[in-house]
């Protein structure tokens, strides 16, 4: 592992980044978090094992906030666990290499957990952009902790990673991601977290995430190891948030609907799950998503560069 460069004050905040070959998207992610209004911040990202142009994209940034870490490839659990073993600040913030950060997102949320000492993690609203067609999706997610916790139990986890911050010091207490998950390590992590602490969610859309995953290549396999994944780690949800067990037999079923091929009887099953989780976890919040319009043009302005 060489580390190219690093900062000497202690920051508000740590934003780490992994990623593996993520050329084509990884500038946008990089400049998001260098124009945060909040600058107190360093940018710990781990190059790990890239075999395109990252690395050279990643050196054009002569940014004294940016700490490189180049390393060999271990996977994303393993190279997220080295940017919390360097991470100096008081709040660890997480993006993908092919997400993109809202200007005020930063700010937001710390301003967050300096007003809500006994809050942990929290997460964001944020709008999927669908790469083959521009198409926009806005996610729609419980913002009382309440309905958070039943969203861990019940439908996954409610939080994207490029929108998550969390106390540094909870790494303390609850430790680093489980490196026996190759992937959903986030779910696993936040359902520990949220065991013993409190978790809260911005009403706000502050990342824009491509949905760039091509479901016509998952094997049947593949879909078999997520179901098996996503049954263990909501039986660990229910348990550790100790959620009723009213609640099983809508939450396995729409498990279960949620891995299928995307296609119209998928879509009939989760979409009756999900309005049977909804009348069972109760009423939604009325209050009203901010920073829509924001989302819609930074979208706008990638579609029209065709850098989606």
């Not at 710990?44 to 054009?60: A, L, V």
């Not at 026996?180 to 520990?192: G, H, M, N, P």
């Not at 009756?272 to 009423?283: D, L």
Request: charged residues 25%; glycine residues 4%.
């Amino acid at each position: 592992m060489h580390v190219v460069r690093q900062m000497i004050s202690q920051p508000a905040v740590s934003v780490i980044m992994a990623v593996y070959n993520g050329a084509e998207y990884v500038e946008d992610a990089i400049e998001s978090i260098l124009e945060q209004t909040c600058s107190d911040f360093e940018f710990i990202i781990i190059n790990d094992g890239s075999t395109d142009r990252t690395h050279e994209i990643i050196c054009k940034y002569n940014d004294p906030r940016i700490r490189l870490i180049n390393q060999e490839n271990t996977g994303l659990t393993r190279a997220l666990n080295v940017g919390l073993s360097l991470a100096r600040g008081r709040y660890i913030a997480r993006i993908d290499a092919d997400d993109i950060s809202l200007p005020e997102r930063l700010e937001k949320q710390v301003a967050l957990f300096e007003k809500n000492k006994d809050v942990v993690l929290q997460g964001s609203l944020f709008c999927l952009i669908n790469v083959k067609n521009g198409r926009l999706y806005f996610k729609h997610l419980p913002n009382t902790e309440r309905k958070l916790r039943l969203f861990l139990a019940l439908r996954g986890t409610p939080f994207r990673h490029s929108t998550v911050m969390f106390r540094r010091s909870v790494v303390e207490k609850v430790g680093v991601y489980n490196e026996k998950y190759v992937t959903a390590q986030d779910y696993e992590y936040w359902i520990r977290i949220a065991a013993q602490h409190r978790i809260a969610m911005l009403p706000e859309y502050l990342c824009l995430a491509r949905d760039n995953i091509d479901e016509s290549i998952v094997s049947s396999r593949s879909r078999r190891n997520q179901l098996a994944l996503l049954i263990r780690l909501k039986k660990e949800a229910f348990r550790n948030l100790r959620i009723s067990r009213i609640y099983i037999i809508p939450s396995f079923a729409f498990t279960l609907a949620s891995i299928l091929p995307k296609n119209l009887f998928r879509y009939g099953i989760v979409a009756k799950m999900s309005s049977i989780i909804t009348r069972m976890a109760g009423k939604s919040s009325s209050e009203t998503p901010k920073n829509k319009e924001g989302i819609i043009c930074l979208a706008e302005r990638l579609i029209k560069s065709k850098d989606i």
